[in-house]
């Protein structure tokens, strides 16, 4: 169930992410390091075997240096579709409020609160769903050394086809954080309650992660039972030397806006999750597939283009930037 609404909520934010109008300077040659340039369009194009051409991505507005709205581009034209967007609120430099549109119609509102020292404290999410609406409360805990210890997330589903309203509660426990503040893995449980009864708190799964030198998560392995041993779901290789440049903070906040099924919402250092992917495999019961990235970069060290090559697909992006 959980899963069901995560797909739901990432595939509406990668519906039909839009095309961008070009701009007289595009930052894709520096005008000189006194210009200040900031991403302005991420499009892009997806070619399956046998599908017509679909597209990803989205365009930016600013004001300053805040991002305060993403126009999707369309998936079918490519186009940057102004009926589909999200709109960004901000208080004291804080993201404090997203509301996402699909063809102009609220789909998606979620907020975050904040302690005294500007870390998530909370995520509430409202989601229109087809089967009704979907509330999920995250709430976030921490340490003596301001890192967060453990989360705990609330589900309610109004309707869930054939079982009515659901309750799922599900934990996460992060274990022992490196000097680079990555945690060294994460426990997870579960419990729920429908019209066809309680199921208390249960181990669900377990993860042990693996960092390069740069903080970047390489390796990914998780069991599903206490006394399984660990089997690697994930490996990636970085980019050591090339970071997003220009489209950095962007890339940062929005990769912050639907975060992964377990994360820590506080991650800023340049060295995490920053430095560009250059190939993962995903380790599945059937086989591994592998994906592989290769980027060119612009005189400023942010990226201008992307091609993504996997076995099912394959992905070229072009990002644009606005400069002044």
Known sequence: MKRIILFAFAGLLALGLGSCKKEDNNGNNNGGSSQSCKLKSIKEEISVAGSPLSYSGFVLYYDGDKIVKANFIDSVTGNEDTTSYALLSYNSGNLTDVKLYQQGVLAINFNNAYNSSNKITQRDYSINSPFGLVDINQKYFYDANGRVSYTVRTTTIDNFPGVGKVVSKDSGIFLNY???????????????????????????????????????????????????????????????TKTPGDAETAYKLLTRLVPEDWTDPNLTSKDIDVNLKTSHTDVTDTG??????????????SPITAKETGPSQTKNTAYTYECK
């Open 178 to 240: 490196n000097s680079k503040g990555r945690p060294a893995g994460l426990i997870t449980y579960r419990s729920s309650e429908t019209s066809m009864g309680v199921q208390p708190y249960s181990f669900q799964e377990e993860y042990s992660y693996e960092y390069d030198a740069n903080g970047n998560r390489i390796k990914e392995s998780s069991k599903s039972d206490i006394a399984e041993p660990f089997k690697v779901t994930f490996t990636a290789t970085f980019d050591l």
């Open 288 to 301: 591994n597939e592998t994906t592989s990235t290769t980027y060119t970069f612009n005189s400023r060290n």
